[in-house]
């Protein structure tokens, strides 16, 4: 029974000194940018590519749903437009585009 309870206590004891040091190694993985804590940091930022790629596919969604608009009869390039907001208003209700954010 005493073997037992010297077991126990140097496996409890083992696994709090692994615990209390895990975090310390992800931290240096982390920063150095290898193991698995840096690939889970690096996943989360997004790459210069990864953001070009969003900027493009924003872009595209944006100038698809201004071609929506002015081919349901909206003309972004008039100057001064007395209309401006109901024509807007309009044109998003003819080309079934929500109204988006307010202002």
């Keep these: 029974m ?3 309870r010297k077991l126990i206590v140097l496996l409890a004891s083992a696994s709090l000194g692994i615990g209390a040091a895990a975090p310390a190694f992800a ?3 982390a920063s ?3 193991g698995a804590a840096g690939l889970a940091a ?5 790459t ?5 790629q969003a900027r493009k596919e924003a872009r595209a969604k944006k100038n698809a749903e201004l071609k929506k608009l002015e081919d349901a009869g909206y003309q972004p390039g008039r100057a001064n437009d007395p209309n401006y907001p109901q024509d807007l208003q309009d044109a ?9 954010a307010s202002q």
């Design 32 to 34: 150095s940018g290898t």
């Design 92 to 100: 998003q209700k003819k080309a079934g585009i929500g109204t988006g």
């Design 42 to 46: 690096s996943a989360a930022k997004p």
């Design 27 to 29: 931290q240096n993985d």
């Design 48 to 52: 210069k590519q990864q953001k070009k």
């Design 2 to 4: 005493h073997i037992a």
